[in-house]
């Protein structure tokens, strides 16, 4: 497998085109390349798409607040747990609003009670960091949803 960086205005920061070399049914090779976020943290901000959904699930092309610890993201490198991002202002308690380093174009708030985990081939690329006092609140509330 080879790699080189993406050469897309959407996809400069943090990603690399992975080259995959699979045999054929006709008894070649065949050669992709697909796109891929490499360095993902916890409390990074990533566009993902959450389709398809279902029930009350939150989808189409979002943000997305990485809540997966380092050393899970390190291990698993083809999943990442998020929180799904909303520009709706509810004014629930639990819907953290995102400060930090962020290149989004609206204030935008944390879903926390939607924590998902996805593939990271949804991720198409990244939007910044929040700070450490919006990931202790995203965290406390995590902690009262799932009970830690």
Not at 81 to 91: M, Q
């Amino acid at each position: 497998m080879s790699a080189r960086r993406c050469s897309t205005r959407s996809a400069r920061r943090s990603r690399l085109l992975v080259r995959t070399i699979e045999p054929s049914s006709a008894g070649g090779r065949v050669s992709s390349w697909t796109c891929c976020v490499t360095d993902l943290v916890r409390g990074s901000v990533v566009w993902f798409n959450g389709d398809p959904v279902a029930g009350r699930e939150q989808g189409g092309r979002r943000p997305g607040l990485v809540v997966a610890s380092n050393g899970y993201l390190a291990r698993a490198t083809t999943l990442v747990i998020v929180v799904p991002v909303t520009t709706v202002d509810r004014g629930w308690p639990n819907h953290i609003r995102l400060d930090g380093a962020l290149d989004l174009d609206r204030a935008s708030y944390a879903m926390t009670e939607h924590v998902r985990t996805i593939s990271r081939d949804r991720v198409s690329g990244t939007a910044g960091q929040v700070d450490a006092a919006t990931l202790g609140a995203v965290d406390r509330w995590l902690k009262v949803f799932l009970d830690l």
